[in-house]
Every structure is written in C-alpha cells, then in structure tokens.
C-alpha cells in the first residue's frame, strides 16, 4: 500500500545546482500538489495540478517548476537551487473535491541548500 | 496575511486529560477544514475533518467542532494518549473550489504527559 512516494529523501545542494524531487502515486487520484514547510511554519503550497497536463501556481511558485506527463507522476524541478529553498517538501494528492478533499501527503524530502 | 491561525505554538497536557486545539480562519469562502498529524521526519496525516454545513463531527477519540459565525473551529481529542503527541495542523479549502489544495495554520505540537 504505497500511496505517495517521494525521492529523494534527503539532498544535499551546492548554490546553482538543479535537481529533481520526484513524487508518484498509486491511488489513482487526480488532484496533486508540492508544498513545503520552513521551520515553525505551516504548510505552503509551490504547485498543484487538477489532472494529467493540468498544472497551476500555488502560493510559492518562484524558483521551481512542474510536470505532469502521467497521472501517476508529478516532479518538481529546482533550476537554479538557492539557499532560501532549503526546506522540506511534501508531495499530495487527492482524489476531488467530493472525497472531501482529503489530502494524502508524502513522507517529506528535506532539501539543503549550501 | 495569515488565512489560518493557530495561536499556540506548544500545549501540554495530562495523559487521560482532554486536550482541546484552537483554529481560526479568516477568509470566509473556506467550507471545509481539516486536521492533520504530524510526527517528526513524516508526512501529515490526516485526522479528521468536517464540512461548514456542521458543526460538530466525531471519529472515536477526537471531536471536531466548527463556529461559523465566529470563524473558530477546535479539535478535541478526549482521553489523551501518549501517542498523541505530535504536532497537529489546522487546514482549510474552499476559496479555488477544493482542487487548488489547502491552507494551513503553523501548527500546534501538543505533549501528552504522563
């Protein structure tokens, strides 16, 4: 019973370097969404996509970037990594709106940026 | 500008006490609230939720209740259990329709003391 998987766990970035978090599901769900959580803070949200092809800016969008080729799949893409991104990030889905919105979220990857 | 509020970072209580968790909100297109928990170096889970039509839903130990009128919702979790220390979130959907995730509070890390 997988749910949402993300890679890597744990990153260790030079400033200027790119990578890729990658996040998949097995629950079918249409709905997906990357967030991020600063020390002491809630969760923010970076990206969200309503379906496969389908992507929108959240809250915090400057600095990343989305695809979602599959239903399944939904990486988030650093191009040039900062030290303000260093943070963990949370992968979700949900399946719609009439579930109740419940979102299922990740384990975390938490991301540095030196 | 915070949306969604939880105003204590810490709470503490006895073990088979009741702890009671506040959330404020101030946009008043949210219809639906959540509450998540959180272990350290995990994802949220989620806990339990409840739509604006009620006021009230229960799930075993832990009761939900939502004033409208007031834009305050609680959590209450009666008895109190050792593994309920976490950090627990308040969230809110609503304003984009659901599908463009949810809005969360920083959180209130409850510790259950024996």
């Known amino acids: 019973n997988a749910g949402v998987t993300q890679t890597p766990k744990f990153r260790i970035l030079k400033i200027g370097q790119s990578m890729t978090l990658q996040c998949a599901q097995d629950m079918n769900h249409n709905y997906m969404y990357w967030y991020r959580q600063d020390p002491g803070m809630g969760l923010k949200l970076i990206y969200y996509?309503?379906?496969?092809?389908?992507?929108d800016k959240g809250e915090v969008p400057n600095g990343y970037n989305v695809s979602r080729s599959t239903t399944e799949d939904f990486p988030l893409r650093l191009e040039l990594a900062a030290p303000s991104q260093t943070s963990v990030y949370f992968c979700?889905?949900?399946?719609?709106?009439?579930?109740?919105?419940?979102?299922?979220f990740g384990e975390g990857s938490w991301l540095t940026v030196v | 500008d915070q949306q969604v509020k939880q105003n204590s970072p810490s709470l503490s209580v006895q073990e088979g006490r009741i702890s009671i968790l506040n959330c404020d909100y101030t946009n008043s297109m949210f219809d639906y609230f959540l509450w998540y928990k959180k272990y350290p170096a995990e994802g949220p889970t989620f806990l339990i939720s409840?739509?604006?039509?009620?006021d009230k839903n229960e799930d075993g130990r832990f009761t939900v209740f939502l004033n409208k009128s007031a834009k305050h919702l609680s959590l209450h979790i009666v008895p109190s259990q050792p593994g309920d220390s976490a950090v627990y979130f308040c969230a809110a959907s609503g304003a984009g329709g659901g599908a463009d995730g949810l809005t969360f509070g920083k959180g209130t890390h409850l510790i259950i003391q024996p």
């Open positions: 996509s309503v379906g496969a092809g389908i992507t």
């Open positions: 409840i739509s604006s039509i009620k």
């Open positions: 979700a889905s949900s399946y719609d709106r009439e579930s109740g919105n419940t979102i299922y």
